[in-house]
């Protein structure tokens, strides 16, 4: 299974999250995913992909 959201680096310790399937930056908790240092990125982006999985396979039963 794919993964749902990537990163994409801005500028130095600047990141967005993006989604793959449309190339535009994700939100969570109602905030757009950009403009974030990497550890948080690497952390978001491991999160929401969890999720999204976790969602698919419980749609897929």
Do not use: C
Not at 21 to 43: L, R
């Amino acid at each position: 299974m794919a993964n749902r959201y990537a990163l994409r680096m801005d500028h130095p310790d600047s990141w967005t999250l993006f989604d793959v399937f449309t190339g535009q930056p994700a939100e969570s908790d109602h905030k757009i995913m950009v403009g974030i240092n990497a550890g948080q990125a690497y952390e978001m982006v491991s999160g929401l992909n969890d999720q999204d999985a976790k969602r698919r396979e419980e749609a897929g039963r």
